[in-house]
């Protein structure tokens, strides 16, 4: 339902890489036009365009990075997100083996998002090891 979080995190590592092939790719390209060994208005012409260039490439790599960065942070809230959803049916799951389950209670399906807002007791023992225990309040 939140996507495979490994196959993000690949894909994450795949934009920094591409940043990496670019900023490579730039650099070739500015030391390619200085090797060439050429004089004259048309070579300062070119060495400009060149260095224009490479400098939108060096962009366009800062950009990977940016949304490689962006796609991790988002990762870390699904990871977050699924962890408390999991924690709050194996309380749920906890409680309903115990019998202490509020009557009239409907579990959402597995992994589903409202787990979050599930209203179940919490443990009676101050620091009973509970799963799904450590989840905060609604």
Do not use: C, N
């Amino acid at each position: 339902m939140y996507g495979d979080t490994d196959v993000m995190r690949r894909r994450a590592a795949q934009l920094r890489d591409q940043g990496v092939d670019l900023r490579a790719m730039a650099d070739r390209l500015v030391a390619q036009t200085e090797a060439a060994g050429w004089t004259g208005r048309a070579a300062d012409a070119l060495a400009e365009r060149i260095r224009d260039r490479a400098a939108l490439l060096r962009e366009l790599a800062s950009h990977h990075d940016d949304a490689a960065d962006s796609l991790e942070s988002h990762l870390l809230e699904v990871d977050q997100l699924k962890d408390a959803i999991a924690g709050a049916e194996r309380h749920a799951d906890h409680l309903l083996a115990e019998g202490r389950v509020p009557g009239g209670f409907t579990a959402p399906p597995p992994g589903h998002h409202d787990w979050l807002t599930v209203e179940l007791p919490r443990a009676e023992l101050p620091g009973a090891e509970l799963p799904g225990a450590e989840l905060p309040g609604p």
